[in-house]
């Protein structure tokens, strides 16, 4: 229905604000430290291994979260909530400093490569669906080639499985400097709910240095405009 209605204001399909709050949107979980008793409920429920308790408290590693709410539903003092701001990625590196640079190198343009190293699709799909017409990211210049030699970074989708290490690597080295390394999804930080599996290899930052990480399961297509817009200081 909303997007019927900004078809009928705008007169197009495209949504002006694309950042706009979402309450749909799967967000950051919180531990609220004042009613969690550390009872560990919550970390052997979460399959990610993404929860940990430190000085008696539950930790979410959002990084590692892949949003199931699983244990929001198993805490008895309700200390677990879920934000709806997907508006949470990560810039590695120097933060707002490597920002300021990429601005100067590329002048608020980013051309992009995708390689999906084994993914599921669903963060392939969500990446899509940042170029369809209501999302419409290229509008702000961000592309996306079929050539790693016309690519300012790549953009990795899923565990780095052992077929196609050897195809990240070729197309990292193709890439003229300077060179960017996004890593999309919970599966591109460390394995996500596959890490176990046998045909994984190592982590995507043990292979190449990665500046910005995308978090989600799937990330919403707001989310990775929101790190792609935030990457060349576009917001
Ligand atoms: S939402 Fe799921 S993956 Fe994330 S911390 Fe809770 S149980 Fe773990």
Redesign the pocket.
């Known amino acids: 229905m909303g997007i019927i209605l900004d078809r009928i204001k705008y007169g197009n399909e495209t949504k002006k604000d694309i950042l706009f709050d979402n309450p749909d949107s799967y967000g950051k ?1 919180n531990v609220d430290s004042d009613k969690c008793n550390g009872c560990t409920k ?1 970390v052997n ?4 291994n ?2 940990e308790i430190k000085k008696g408290k539950a930790v ?1 590693d959002y990084k590692k ?7 929001i539903g198993v805490c008895d003092k309700l200390a677990i909530e879920m934000e709806h701001d997907c508006k949470f990625c990560d810039i590695e590196q120097a933060g707002n400093e490597l920002a300021r640079k990429i601005y100067e190198k590329f002048k608020r343009s980013l051309v992009l490569r995708s390689v999906d190293t084994g993914s599921c699709n669903a963060c392939m799909l969500e990446l899509s669906a940042t170029q369809n017409t209501y999302y419409d990211i290229s509008r702000f210049g961000v592309k996306f080639a079929a050539s790693p030699r016309h690519s300012d970074g790549i953009v990795v989708t899923g565990p780095v499985t052992i077929n196609m290490r050897e195809a990240l690597i070729k197309t990292y080295n193709a890439m003229p400097e300077p060179k960017l390394v996004i890593a999309v999804g919970t599966c591109s930080f460390d394995g996500g709910i596959f890490k176990d599996g046998y045909g994984n290899v190592e982590r995507l930052s043990d292979i190449m240095p990665v500046d910005l990480y995308i978090p989600g399961c799937p990330p919403s297509p707001q989310g990775i405009v929101y790190g792609l817009l935030k990457l060349i200081d576009r917001i």
């Open positions: 979980v919550c429920e979460c399959v990610a993404a929860i979410v979260c892949i949003y199931c709410r699983n244990c």
